[in-house]
């Protein structure tokens, strides 16, 4: 029988935690025939939230699922990680400065980083959830100087997600016809989502759409807003949709893209496209035998180029702030 690969997930009795676990532990995240060995991090307060998480997932009784342990100590909880799910983060409260937020979030993630450093597996994979993802990820992977750079990496695949299930409604064709979407930037209101690549029924979507006020007006607002509308709608944040895109993400880094199309991450940048290196930016990425490739050689026209700047200036901003910190 195969070693269970061990799967590190903070914030494990949050709401995406919620929606989350049962599915890594269905066997969703990794596939089939993978068995895995739960490590779940919570703050003291969470602590009993998770062990009740933890009976319930007890007792689907699933057959891949090969243990569970639960810690308020990084340092237990991503012992031997080989995949890191960074959930938990402090979410922005009323009155609170972008520096308070970045200054609490380095509180967690600076610490997260330096226990993956000094305990995970040699091919720990994180993926940062927590907002603000991008520089969350950074601040982790600053303090783990031992581990590949690349293995860090931000969620912007439900923003990935969400632009696709827009485009098909609009040119009337299912999701799986849609292929080479890109999210470009920050995991922010400033991301900017790109159909100029992008391919419908194998015709090009810019093409096919026709339509660049509805671009600017309707489809890059309604994705970068998304979040705020589903609060609005539902009167709680996107939990079940969040944990989705963060399976979508690890399975693709895992099992790769399909040939022919790519997908959205935010990762380790080489300066391709003129984002400065080393921030971490959402780029159109291929995967292949457990690495991403940034998309290189696409051409970006004026209107892509502008939106892209914006989002890759705040995210040199937050490095500056968290740089300012000393979190970097
Ligand atoms: P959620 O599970 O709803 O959210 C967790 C994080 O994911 C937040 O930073 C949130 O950002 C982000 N997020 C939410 N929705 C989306 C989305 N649609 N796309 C991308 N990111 C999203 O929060 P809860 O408050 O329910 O749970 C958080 C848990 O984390 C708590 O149980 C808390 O105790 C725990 N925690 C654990 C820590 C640790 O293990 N050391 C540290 C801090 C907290 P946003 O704020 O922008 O919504």
């Known amino acids: 029988t195969r070693t269970p690969v061990n799967v590190t997930v903070t914030g494990a009795a949050g709401q995406i935690g919620y929606a989350l676990l049962f599915r890594i532990a269905s066997g969703q995240l990794l596939g089939p025939d993978v068995p895995v060995a739960l490590r779940l991090l919570e ?7 998770a062990e009740g998480t933890a009976m319930e997932l007890d007792d689907c009784a699933f057959p891949l699922l090969r243990g569970i342990d639960i810690s308020d100590d990084p340092n237990v909880a991503f012992e031997g990680a080989n995949v890191a799910l960074l959930v938990g983060a402090r979410p922005r409260t009323k009155g609170m400065e972008r520096g308070d937020l970045l200054e609490a979030n380095g509180g967690i993630f600076k610490p997260q980083g330096k226990a993956i450093n000094d305990h995970a597996a040699d091919d720990i994979k994180v993926l940062v959830v927590g907002n603000p993802a991008n520089t969350n990820a950074l601040i982790a992977q600053a303090a783990a100087p031992d581990v590949p750079a690349e293995r860090f990496t931000a969620m912007t695949r439900l923003d990935h997600n969400r632009a696709l299930s827009q485009l098909a409604k609009k040119t009337g064709v299912q999701v799986s016809e849609i292929k080479k979407l890109t999210i470009w930037g920050n995991h922010s209101a400033t991301q900017y989502p790109d159909v100029f690549h992008a391919e419908v029924a194998g015709k090009n979507a810019a093409e096919v759409v026709n339509d660049e006020q509805w671009l600017a007006d309707t489809f890059i607002p309604t994705v970068a807003k998304r979040g705020a509308a589903i609060i609005e709608a539902r009167g709680a944040s996107s939990a079940a949709s969040a944990a989705n895109a963060a399976i979508d993400h690890v399975h693709t880094w895992v099992n790769g893209t399909d040939t022919g199309d790519w997908t959205s991450a935010g990762v380790v940048s080489d300066g391709s496209y003129g984002v400065p ?8 990425v291929t995967a292949k035998d457990g690495r991403f490739e940034i998309v290189q050689g696409l051409d970006i026209n004026e209107f892509s180029r502008t939106r892209i700047d914006t989002s890759v200036q705040e995210l040199e901003e937050e490095r500056e702030a968290v740089r300012g910190l000393g979190l970097i």
């Open 43 to 49: 703050i003291p307060q969470g602590l009993k939230a």
């Open 277 to 284: 290196e080393g921030l971490i930016s959402s780029f159109p």
